[in-house]
Each structure stands twice: as C-alpha cells, then as structure tokens.
C-alpha cells in the first residue's frame, strides 16, 4: 500500500515522471520510498516484481542493493571503531594476510573506506557477479570458489599498486577485506554481526543476504536482463565474498529506516546505532571520485559519496549486481531522501531517477539539476538530419551517452566523430572533439526559432 503525506501535486509529478522512467528505460519493476527526518512521505510501487506472473513490485519486495551495501559495512567498522575494537588508521596487516607485501607503506582502514589506497580494481567481485549472474560468455575463468582463491588473487594483484600520486581507484575488494576485518575481529560471521547490530535495531527484519533467505520469501524480486530491448529473466549473485562489498538484500520500506538513522544523526527509535561525530565523520569527504563538467565535484567519505546538488549537500551511493540496481540519498540539510530500487539494470540508473525524485520535491524540473537528464534535454533538439548549402554534405546526428555521434556518408566525406559537451548547462550548445593529429575542434549548434543550425569546421548544416 502506498503512503503519501506529499502535496497532491508533489504525489503526481513523482508518480508520473517514475512511470514514464519505467516506460523509457523498459524497467519490469521498481519500488521508491522518500522520507524525512521523521516521516515516510511516499512509498510505491510500479511495474512487476516478476513479469510471468505480472506480481506487482511494492514497497515491500526485496531486491539486491548491491553496492549499497558499502555503506552498511562501514556503519559496521565504525561501531567497532567507537567501540575500541580498532582504530581507522590501523593496517589491514594487523588482521589479514592478504596485502602485507604491498609496495611502500602499509595499508590502513581509512584507505579501504575511501578507496584511496593505490590499489586498482582487480577485477575478483566483477568476474564472480559475471558467473553467479549466468554471463558464462564473459567468464574470464578465474579461481573464485573459496576464501583461499581469493586470498591468491588478492596476494597476486599486490604490484598492481600506485603509490607516486594520489589517485581514487573504487576498489571493491576492499570492502571484502573490511567484511573479512569484522570477522576477524568480532568472531562473528559478517551477516550475523550486521544483523545484530545494525538491522534488528533498525527494524529491518526482513533484509539477508542468503540465496536460502531470499527464496523462502513470496515478495521478492525477479532479477532481469535487458537484451536487445527485451526484459529476459535471469540471476541473482549470491555468494559470502559478495556480501561486504555488495551483497545486501532489501526493499525501499527498510531502506527507508536506514536513510532516518543519518537524518537522525545516527538514532533510530531512540537506539544510537552510531554516535552523530561517528556519522559526520562517514559523510565527509576525503577523495575526490569524480568531476562533473560544472567543475563540481563528487566526493567520497566512508562508504558513501558525498556531492553538491540543489544547494545542499548530497549523500548517496547507488549498487548494480548485473540484473538489480539501487540506490539512496539524502540532501543533509534540507533533511529529505530518497530510496529507489529495480530488478534490471537500465541505462538511466536508480540514481538518475532519485536525484530526479529529489528534485521534485524541491519544485526543480529534473531537466535542471540533474546532469543526466540535462545532458538529455541539451541533446534532443540537435538530433536529426543536417544538410549544407545545396545538400552537398549531409549529416546524422545521434545520441551517445553524453554526447553526440555526427556521421557524414558523402562520397568522399564519409566520417564519424563523437563530439562531447564542453558544459553541462542543458541551453549550452558547444561541443569539441578531437582529431588523430592531436588538435581539438570546435562543434557548435544554434537553437532558435528559425531552426537548428550546426557549425563543424568549415562548414554549416542546417537540421532538415
């Protein structure tokens, strides 16, 4: 059943910019739930939770959170930290084997909370999610069955670290090695100590982590594939080695709980489940993830994401386990967020969706503020035909991610260039690409009433 203290008209601009997500990006299912600091103001459901059966998703049915799941893992190591366990500059030596011959100095929690220690993804969690999930095409064959295997292949990929700049590498074995960290410490299985800790006192007794767990419960997702277009079910990843780094089962509803404990500065129902100095500390920023063509830049704390956006500050992390995406966030400030989850991976992600969310429920157009549908909204009165003077050069202008392809198919002319955004300003219309003599050029597009017109080196095309 859906809850829905927002305004009536707040209710309908979510309801239908999520059903025409679902509709655009061919979604089965997805569940959404926003809250504030002492409210669930909306929870719903939209689409199946399983296409045979035409199950509705609801705001109770489980998915994988995927790398969600991060977040959950360092509420854990930072409950241990407040609780004399260990401390965040301590080597991960201390309590593993797996990278004590590591080059220079060595590496410390902190490090494997904000992926800043050298280490490059090696590729151990990608390569299990791709068999676990029935990819069998893309198995690139490494021993990942046990604990020693990945013992072995972490202790392999030691040289693989830069240690002469600073430099941001999402490092997913990591968190393995932190869940590892907590059993190591607690003499507790990871999922055992999380649900102790930290779902019971959230209320959320209906989030696991076992293949056994999920299929003893009717509400649940089926997982989806999107191939040529087509939802084809497919599978769920489950594995012990995943459940660190992502591995977590779980729905809006419950997520919606979890979001309410940082709102809360770490209480729920009256339970500190972690001190306000140990969530401040978890929410601030230490690594610099990204860049966005604003200049804006997207930073990482512990196990979270940390970002500028509709003049606040921005809290998330989103998770993707091949066929189930997610993601949560929450504006600190204003005191609002957001939970989404589906059960495919579409193109326009769970997290383009909850920014769209929570812009809308500060009265922005999405088109706005969220770089994903502003690259959009840029983009789609440039596509088309073109033609010069005469049509003696044509053109095709398509979309692709960010940018654009332009293909010129003229006898002797024939070209493709991808050409990139030099703003993020949806009514920016300059783009630039690069030539295999090293030169960047110039690409700009005119929008006004008589038409689009589009300058590219010497010549100018108008759209037909």
């Not at 002492?38 to 790398?67: M, Q, W």
């Not at 201390?94 to 902190?110: F, K, S």
């Not at 299985?189 to 999920?214: N, V």
């Not at 780094?245 to 809360?264: H, P």
Request: hydrophobic share 35%; proline share 5%.
């Amino acid at each position: 059943m859906a809850t829905t203290p927002l305004s009536a008209e707040t209710t309908r601009d979510v309801e239908s910019f999520v059903s025409q997500w679902v509709r655009d990006e061919g979604v089965p299912g997805v569940s959404v739930a926003i809250v504030d600091k002492t409210d669930v103001l909306y929870t719903n459901g939209f689409g199946a939770r399983n296409l045979e059966t035409n199950a509705p998703a609801t705001p109770e049915t489980l998915y994988g959170i995927g790398s969600c799941t991060k977040s959950i893992t360092t509420v854990a190591i930072l409950q241990l930290a407040e609780d004399g366990q260990l401390t965040l500059d301590d080597s991960v030596d201390t309590y593993l084997p797996h990278l004590r011959e590591v080059n220079a100095d060595p590496i410390t929690i902190h490090e494997l909370l904000t992926h800043s220690s050298g280490m490059p993804s090696d590729g151990s969690l990608s390569a299990l999610i791709t068999r676990l999930t029935g990819r069998s095409e893309q198995d690139p064959n490494q021993p990942l069955s046990s604990d020693d295997d990945f013992r072995r292949h972490i202790e392999g990929s030691v040289d693989e670290r830069l240690t002469d700049r600073d430099r941001f590498f999402y490092y997913n074995t990591g968190y393995y090695l932190l869940g590892e960290v907590i059993e190591s410490v607690t003499e507790q299985s990871y999922a055992g100590y999380i649900r102790d800790r930290i779902l019971e006192p959230l209320a959320m007794t209906r989030s696991l982590f076992s293949k056994t767990d999920f299929e003893a419960v009717e509400n649940r997702m089926t997982p989806y594939n999107r191939e040529d277009g087509t939802a084809v079910e497919g599978k769920l990843a489950f594995d012990e080695r995943l459940y660190a780094a992502g591995g977590m089962i779980s729905s809006v509803t419950e997520m919606a709980n979890y979001l309410q404990m940082f709102l809360r500065e770490g209480t729920f129902d009256n339970q500190e489940i972690l001190s306000s100095e140990s969530i401040d500390s978890m929410t601030k920023p230490y690594a610099t993830r990204e860049e966005y063509l604003d200049e804006r830049e997207q930073g990482y704390g512990y196990g979270v994401a940390v970002e500028a956006f509709l003049d606040d500050t921005l809290v998330n992390h989103g998770g993707m386990m091949g066929t189930t995406t997610a993601w949560f966030g929450y504006l600190a400030d204003t005191g609002i967020g957001v939970v989404t989850m589906c059960n495919t991976a579409p193109e326009k992600r769970p997290s383009d969706l909850g920014k769209a969310l929570l812009a809308i429920t500060q009265d922005e157009p999405p088109s706005a503020v969220v770089p994903t549908y502003m690259l959009e909204q840029k983009a789609e009165p440039l596509l088309g035909e073109y033609a010069s003077y005469h049509d003696i050069r044509t053109a095709t202008v398509s979309k692709n991610d960010g940018g654009l392809n332009i293909s010129f198919d003229d006898p002797g002319w024939s070209a493709d260039h991808y050409v990139y955004p030099k703003r993020l300003q949806s009514d920016d219309y300059q783009y630039s690409f690069i030539t295999d003599t090293g030169k960047q050029v110039p690409v700009e597009f005119h929008v006004d009433d008589d038409g689009v017109s589009m300058l590219f080196q010497r010549w100018q095309l108008h759209k037909q």
